[in-house]
């Protein structure tokens, strides 16, 4: 009989599992992000401006690759990849101790990134495979707030080496990192084969089903869905920089509103995604992230103006209200992705959907920062405008997807 706790936790023993992978996961990534700033320059000697540099190549690269690593998934089988993927990325992280040169770090640099987008195609389509059709959405929720309170305790581990002010610490947290992702490669291989894991299709089977990139309602779709993602640049660029520049607020509010936003991640994706599991009801899912996404830009725009305590709870309230955004978008994105996936080519979709994260993760971070800081309130309502557009546009995108599957004999959901 179900108890009151069971209402917190992954609704199967799969799902468990695949969470557990998720904290063990991001408990390595996130010991390492936390101290990255201070190897890089520190450690490895480089300047803040090639460390930007090598990232956006990196970026670049991965973005060039997003589908090709996605049809390779296809092929290999989705948990191999992950896998593979996974002890790759592991060792590669061996190495980070003896690099000593920006040629040398961009070569780390992209082949991490390529090899992290790999993981996340298999992960992709492995996860999406491996549940059944009602236990998708609510499953990815739980492995979504997993994967915070993994970084979270990441973060106090890398967090403990920088206190104290230690080169020797600092260098030995890539080798923490290792360790903890050798076993989360280790953790992988145990778990259960999904379907395209135990049956993979050939290219020439998989050649009389429309690519993705020819489903031009998905494209679209993900790149729409990419530009409601943004959330993350309002949370972590935008807002920050607005309370330090534009604000009289105190900026230890900073870590209030990072907490803020990590505690409602873990508590809140659950049932931000609950219901969803349909095109029809990640679209509501995607109106809400938006509706939420433009009260923030509203309510952070005012704080130009206020004083004291109004700016401290405003700024806050913008916090929590794009906190919301990012929920409702990861919920309608998860939705998306399950309905309107070929089953046979999971992967591939992983990947063109990651075109669109990747696109906006580019652009918005210029853009945004230059509307809000230098245009003001003016600036703000742009952006709204521009999250208003792209809600507008993705329920015209994801029934054109739906009827590229349909038209090419595939099914909209499995």
């Avoid at 992290?116 to 549940?131: L, M």
């Avoid at 508590?267 to 009260?295: D, H, K, M």
Wanted: glycine fraction near 10%; proline fraction near 5%; aromatic fraction near 10%.
């Amino acid at each position: 009989m179900p108890t009151r706790l069971d209402r917190f936790l992954p609704p199967t023993p799969l799902a468990r599992r695949l969470s557990l992978q998720s904290v063990l996961f991001a408990t390595g990534e996130g010991a390492f992000i936390t101290g990255s700033a201070v190897f890089f320059t520190q450690i490895v000697g480089l300047s803040a401006a090639q460390v930007g540099l090598g990232l956006t190549i990196a970026g670049a690269v991965t973005f060039a690759f997003a589908v090709p690593l996605g049809k390779l998934a296809d092929r290999v089988g989705p948990r191999r990849q992950w896998a593979a993927a996974a002890f790759v990325g592991a060792a590669l992280y061996l190495l980070w101790p003896f690099i000593g040169s920006f040629p040398a770090f961009l070569l780390m640099t992209v082949a991490i990134e390529l090899v992290g987008n790999a993981g996340w195609s298999g992960r992709g389509a492995y996860t999406i495979d491996v549940f059944p059709h009602d236990e998708r959405v609510r499953s990815l929720a739980f492995m979504r707030a997993a994967l915070n309170i993994g970084f979270t305790l990441g973060a106090m581990i890398g967090g403990l080496a920088l206190a104290f002010d230690s080169d020797t610490l600092v260098r030995a947290v890539p080798w923490v990192t290792a360790a903890i992702l050798f076993a989360n490669a280790a953790f992988i291989t145990r778990l259960p084969d999904a379907e395209h894991d135990r049956v993979v299709r050939s290219p020439a089977e998989k050649a009389l089903r429309g690519s993705a990139l020819r489903n031009r309602g998905f494209l679209s779709l993900s790149i729409l869905d990419g530009v409601l993602g943004t959330n993350q640049v309002l949370l972590n660029v935008v807002i920050p920089l607005w309370l330090v520049q534009a604000t009289d607020a105190p900026h230890v509010l900073l870590a209030w509103l990072f907490g803020t936003n990590t505690v409602l991640a873990v508590l809140l994706q659950v049932p931000a995604a609950r219901g969803v599991n349909s095109v029809s009801t990640s679209l509501r899912a995607a109106r809400i992230s938006g509706a939420f996404f433009v009260l923030s830009c509203f309510v952070v725009l005012v704080t130009h103006d206020t004083i004291g305590w109004v700016t401290i709870v405003l700024v806050w309230l913008g916090h929590v209200t794009v906190t919301g955004a990012e929920l409702f978008q990861s919920a309608g994105h998860w939705g998306f992705l399950s309905e309107l996936s070929d089953p046979e080519r999971r992967g591939e979709y992983q990947g063109v959907s990651q075109l669109g994260t990747t696109l906006g993760s580019v652009w918005a971070p210029a853009a945004f920062t230059y509307l809000a800081l230098e245009w003001g309130a003016t600036g703000w309502m742009l952006i709204a405008a521009v999250i208003v557009i792209a809600v507008l546009g993705m329920g015209p995108a994801a029934r054109a997807a739906g009827r590229y599957l349909a038209r090419t004999g595939q099914p909209t959901a499995a």
